[in-house]
């Protein structure tokens, strides 16, 4: 007769995955005030201006995509919206040949939802 497996314990996990997200959320604290006061508020691509109603939606871009190199001067740090931001990192994973965020080696879609219509329209199926 097999065993039952107890469920693991889950507060371990629940306590490091807490830690992370509040230092992340302190690291991003940090840099964000800073670059807040550092540049004008508005976004570096679509040159969108924002006010303290809507600044929650400006978000700071690491260049070098590492969150971790935040030098004092700004200089890896750019103000963009979250749109300008979410299509900055689309195109990082298109260049890296990541088309759609899954893992596979930059194979794209292999679905051709179109492949029988000429057939179909020709009445061969």
Known sequence: MAQKKSPPDSSKLDAIVAKAQQERVQREAGYRAQALKMYPWVCGRCSREFTRVNLHELTVHHRDHNHDHNPPDGSNW????????????????EAHGNLGGESGGGKGATHKGLAGLGDLLKGKQ
């Open 78 to 93: 750019e103000l963009l919206c979250l749109y300008c931001h979410d299509n900055e990192h689309q195109r990082q994973l």
